[in-house]
């Protein structure tokens, strides 16, 4: 698959449930292997099983939304282990995974995928024109 905006995403930047700007984003990595992707069907955090979920960044720092172009300061994770990473989320954090709203799959990018060795895992977003995604 390729990177893409869950349809749940979308849904919520037209409705105004997402505020890119002002609401708690976050980044998880994710194991393919545990977890089949249906951006159609799969609308919050509890969609994804826990088990697939690698690790979790804190809240994505210096956003922008410049002509509907996403951006953000990149992000590390710190010291993850568990199985390899083969896609990040991005997910509206609620507080409650059945309520966190999923934005985008991200499984094209340099690095991907990556084996966890207990380490950091540096996540740089492109500096293309799409950044980390436009809608």
């Given amino acids: 698959m390729a990177n893409a905006l869950y349809d749940s995403g979308r849904e919520g930047f037209l409705d105004g449930s997402i505020n890119w700007n002002s609401d708690n984003i976050k980044a998880v990595l994710v ?3 545990a977890y089949t992707v249906a951006l159609a069907t799969n609308k919050f955090l509890s969609d994804i099983p826990s088990g697939a979920r690698i690790a979790t960044s804190g809240n994505l720092s210096g956003k922008t939304a410049t002509a509907g172009v996403a951006d953000a300061n990149d992000v590390t ?11 990040v989320v991005l997910y509206k954090d609620t507080g409650s995974a059945s309520t966190s709203r999923l934005i985008a799959y991200i499984d094209t990018g ?3 995928p990556i084996t966890p060795n207990g380490g950091d895992i540096a996540t740089a977003w492109s500096n293309g024109s799409n950044r980390i995604f436009r809608l």
């Fill in 31 to 33: 194991d393919t292997g």
């Fill in 110 to 112: 340099t690095g991907l």
């Fill in 77 to 87: 994770f710190t010291t993850v282990s568990g199985a390899t990473v083969e896609a």
